[in-house]
């Protein structure tokens, strides 16, 4: 994101930790990384889901750049959502999942 007042009213907003416990989990491809149930989703609840898209990409043979590409997202998206650099939108991560063949959100 290149505006800065846009970054700051979006980290701003608090995090609904009980809407992203399941989201990981929905992920055929991936399972058990529930944030209830991995040791780093207390310090960070977007753990879960971006190990979640790390694992897709490596079952489909995908870098971050080509996902990025197929989803319609900046080609740095899925890098910078991975590196916990981004938290993305719901329907950042619909893009995603469609691409990933995964369900981030319901």
């Not at 290149?2 to 992203?20: F, K, T």
Request: with cysteine; net charge positive.
């Amino acid at each position: 994101m290149s505006n800065p007042r846009r970054r700051a009213a979006i980290d701003a907003q608090p995090l609904d930790e009980g809407a992203l416990a399941g989201h990981a989990e929905r992920c055929t491809d991936a399972p058990g990384l529930a944030a209830a149930a991995h040791p780093g989703a207390a310090e960070d609840p977007w753990l879960p889901i971006r190990e979640a898209i790390t694992a897709r990409l490596a079952v489909l043979g995908l870098t971050q750049r080509q996902a990025s590409l197929q989803a319609g997202l900046s080609p740095d998206c899925v890098k910078e959502i991975v590196a916990g650099r981004r938290r993305p939108r719901p329907d950042t991560l619909k893009r995603i999942g469609r691409v990933l063949g995964c369900d981030f959100v319901d």
